[in-house]
């Protein structure tokens, strides 16, 4: 890693690859200022979407029509980190063609990936992962020295977890060693057979191992042969699984990433297996090593090795349950969303938000199935439009979103319900993305399809749909009209009508209509307080803060936009964020905090960054900025109006809250320091080049000095002024700038 910028760990599934590439990532971790980043592609099956799951790592969010790769590349082009791409296999080409762009783009970029074989792409250094070593049986050791072979201490490692009186003696540590011999010293495989020690001696494993093995008597210890040993070894520790425990291994298949109890039950059961004895299973695979276990919150969920899912599925063809298997995870995710959308007007959302993040990869595999299994496209439309208000519209969504609609649409050509709501959704996300010419196209065939059906929800939708279009693209009067017709409609879906009026609210806020935005916030928040509902409620305080403002209520502005951003806690509403931050920085500019105004334009548009979305295109919205950063900058300077911005921008989503909200914690903090600075001369030196959006890395430079050295000289400004970040330190030098340094 010291000599390539890409280094890629190849061998045979099972090996150890991911193992040692995270501890190599932990190891030199030191070596990297913007930290190591680990990718896990190994539940992605789609290579379009693989941009997107790297970009998503960063936290930027595929929010615009422009590709996700280019702000990937503007994203690292600066930094220096480690990026670590686990389980390239199924995806070798894409894996290749996006790292040769992103090395090449992105001067300090190094990366590390795993996979079977290399990416093939210039300036990679391949490291094969050899197995376990095991000793040598033609010169077998002693008993005290085999111990210190690799493969001998993993099997100790795990026998003992298993049986925990097991211990190595000398009746016993020839017969371990074959094992170990026997199975190439292939982790994976080690791992499998001591968990068999429960029931078995260890001559009995090896006796077995033998017989399953030995068409590989004469084999070569190469890569093709470590092959056959793992397959041999998964197959043996299938055919010791119980009949229902190799059924349930092979049913498990069809899940991609990780999945709960309850998923199983309902996949899975029937056919030969009872829903009551899911559980008992399940424990008997975990027991066998077959399934790993992890614990978000309070729930436990279940994994297949991704060579262990190959092998189910295999099985699964076999018994011919395939396609009913996926119909049935199908139906269950299908039903998971309309259950989220049932409940989203509740105190669930974050819940909501949380669970459907998890189950991410087997929503995706849903509809990958609905779109390539003949006849189920009608599905793939109804699946792709239940959940668009909190899945697609959530952070990093919005190509991907329209990306399954456009396919959908495809092939689902017949009139219908889902074909008019997918055509006015789909419209909706280009809008958001500024792809106005897309999102109007899309609107004039849905609006055909929807009048001709002439029901009062396709109706409502068409009225939301082409209100949002005109919103966006800056024809306020226009937008107003389309959302009245839309409530005029009066569909029985209480969420689309809580998506109108709050659209609604939004245009006559800005349209600077108090009397009407009133009425709007009133009928949302009777609607939505008795319920617990969060997100619409805290939409429309934005909103009517923008009303607020505007009305010259800088106070009950303030305080509208602190409780929108208190509401958002925990639902990731990351565009949201940006529209409170805008507003606030509006609202400093009007009482002449153009420093702290400044900051917050900075922090919003890194959030605007970091969606690709910039706000120019958002036209009721761009003038108020534009106007507030126009006062900034003539009140400010230019070069403190630009440090101050770029200090926003450095900051992390939760310091962009807290300085938003004005926390102890966040940058607003009352100074310490009313009279004379208590800096030396060299920390007023520092503090000025931080007030200009200066690193420690840049303070090093200019004041030549080390890195570790402007690092001490941060630390100790922080603490002889009481603050906790950076960004207090700013807006500490804009108002005591005289008593620091001339500029």
């Known amino acids: 890693m010291s000599a390539s910028r890409l280094v890629t760990l190849t061998g045979v599934g099972g090996v150890g690859k991911s193992r040692l590439a995270l501890r190599a990532a932990v190891g030199v971790r030191r070596a990297f200022p913007d930290g190591v980043w680990l990718a896990e592609l190994a539940e992605l099956r789609d290579a379009a979407l693989l941009p997107q799951t790297v970009a998503s790592v960063f936290g930027l969010r595929d ?32 894996c290749g063609q996006l790292v040769y762009s992103l090395l090449g783009d992105c001067p300090k970029l190094r990366v590390l990936t795993t996979t079977r074989e290399p990416l093939g792409i210039s300036g990679e250094a391949v490291w094969p992962v050899p197995p376990l070593s095991v000793p040598d049986l033609r010169d077998p050791p002693g008993k005290r020295e085999v111990g210190r ?27 371990v060693v074959g094992i170990c011999r026997q199975l190439d010293g292939i982790p994976l495989a080690i791992e499998l057979a001591a968990v068999r020690l429960r029931v078995l001696s260890p001559q009995q494993i090896l006796d077995r191992l033998a017989d399953r093995c030995a068409l590989l008597a004469t084999a070569t210890w190469d890569r093709a042969s470590r092959h056959q040993t793992l397959r041999s070894c998964i197959e043996w520790s299938f055919e010791l699984c119980t009949s229902d425990e190799q059924l349930l291994w092979a049913r498990l298949s069809v899940f991609a990433g990780s999945f709960n109890l309850e998923a199983v039950e309902a996949v899975c059961a029937g056919e030969g297996l009872l829903r009551q004895d899911m559980l008992e299973l399940i424990t008997g695979l975990v027991d066998k090593s077959v399934l790993v276990t992890d614990k978000h919150g309070s729930e436990l969920r279940y994994r297949l090795l991704d060579t262990l899912r190959e092998f189910g599925l295999m099985k699964l063809r076999d018994r011919g349950e395939e396609t009913r298997l996926c119909r049935r995870h199908r139906d269950f995710y299908e039903q998971l969303l309309l259950q989220a959308e049932r409940e989203w007007i509740s105190p669930l959302q974050e819940y909501w938000l949380a669970r459907l993040d998890l189950v991410h990869s087997n929503i995706r595999s849903a509809l990958r199935f609905c779109l390539t299994e003949p006849g189920e496209a009608e599905s793939a439309l109804r699946m792709a439009v239940s959940p668009w208000r ?32 997918a055509l006015l959704l789909d419209s909706q996300l280009a809008v958001v993305q500024g792809d106005f010419d897309t999102g109007r196209s899309l609107l004039v065939e849905g609006k055909a399809l929807a009048e001709q059906l002439g029901d009062a929800d396709s109706l409502g939708r068409l009225g939301y749909a082409t209100g949002h279009l005109a919103l966006w693209g800056g024809d306020v009067p226009a937008a107003i009209v389309a959302y009245e017709q839309a409530l005029a409609a009066e569909s029985p879906d209480l969420n689309q009508r809580l998506d ?109 960054r970091s969606m690709g979305t910039p706000v120019a295109p958002l ?60 800096l030396t001369l060299r920390e007023r030196q520092v503090a000025k ?46 108002e005591h700038q005289a008593l620091v340094l001339p500029d």
């Open 63 to 94: 929010q615009s029509p422009r590709p996700i790769q280019a702000a990937l590349g503007e994203y690292l082009a600066d930094r220096r980190l480690l990026l670590v791409l686990d389980n390239c296999d199924h995806l070798l080409t894409a």
């Open 149 to 175: 072979y690799e493969a001998v201490a993993l099997f100790l490692d795990r026998a003992t977890a298993t049986v925990p009186e097991f211990r190595l003696t000398e009746d016993n540590y020839r017969t």
């Open 390 to 421: 909190f899945y697609w519209w959530s952070p990093g969504r919005f190509s991907e979103g329209r990306r399954w609609l456009d396919r959908a649409l495809a092939q689902a050509r017949e009139p219908s319900v889902y074909r008019a709501r």
């Open 500 to 608: 109108i009026l709050q659209a609604l609210l939004v245009a006559v806020a800005v349209a600077g209509d108090a009397r009407r935005a009133r009425t709007c916030h009133q009928q949302v928040m009777a609607i939505t307080e008795p319920t617990g509902e969060r997100r619409h409620r805290s939409h429309a305080r934005w909103a009517f803060g923008l009303s607020a403002w505007q009305q010259g209520d800088l106070r009950r502005a303030t305080e509208l936009q602190h409780q929108s951003l208190r509401l958002k806690r925990g639902l990731n509403d990351v565009q949201g964020t940006a529209f409170c931050l805008e507003a606030l920085a509006c609202i400093a500019a009007t009482e002449h905090r153009e420093g702290r105004a400044a900051t917050l334009l900075g922090a919003a548009e890194a959030l605007w």
């Open 619 to 678: 036209k009721p919205f761009f003038d108020n900025h534009r106007d507030c950063e126009r006062d900034a900058r003539r009140a400010l300077g230019g070069k403190r109006y630009a440090g101050a911005f770029r200090e926003g921008g450095r900051l992390t989503f939760d310091e962009m809250v807290a300085y938003a909200l004005e926390t102890q914690q966040g940058a607003a903090a009352t100074p310490r320091a009313a009279g004379p600075t208590p």
């Open 689 to 734: 080049l931080i007030a200009r959006g200066a690193s420690n890395e840049d303070i090093a430079g200019a004041l030549i000095i080390s890195q570790r050295t402007a690092e001490d000289h941060v630390e100790h400004i922080l603490a002889k002024l009481g603050f906790a970040s950076r960004i207090q330190v700013i807006s500490w030098y804009l």
